[in-house]
């Protein structure tokens, strides 16, 4: 199914935990997972602020709509690859 982008902060959000729950998350190759080892988080830091973060407006950077996902501590950025697919485009720690 193609996403009729940008998402309302809403739509966002429901899409990630429903993706969550039953789709898929993956990780940009090789910028996601540098990001990953260069602020010391882990896939499960991710996962976590993606279930409990606030969501941030859509920005569209490099063909695809981009959703900020952040906690007081950290951000994660996401985009959508399909209605049960999520990329993990990059994150760090709030300092």
Known sequence: MILDEPLKLTQAKSLIRE???????????????????????????????????????????NGSWRYKVYTPRICVVVRFESDNMLQIVTAWRET
């Open 19 to 61: 993706i969550l729950k039953s789709g898929e998350v993956i990780y940009s190759k090789p910028h996601a997972e540098e990001r990953l080892r260069k602020w010391n988080l882990t896939t499960v830091d991710c996962i976590n602020v993606l279930r409990g973060g606030a969501v941030a407006e859509g920005e569209y950077e």
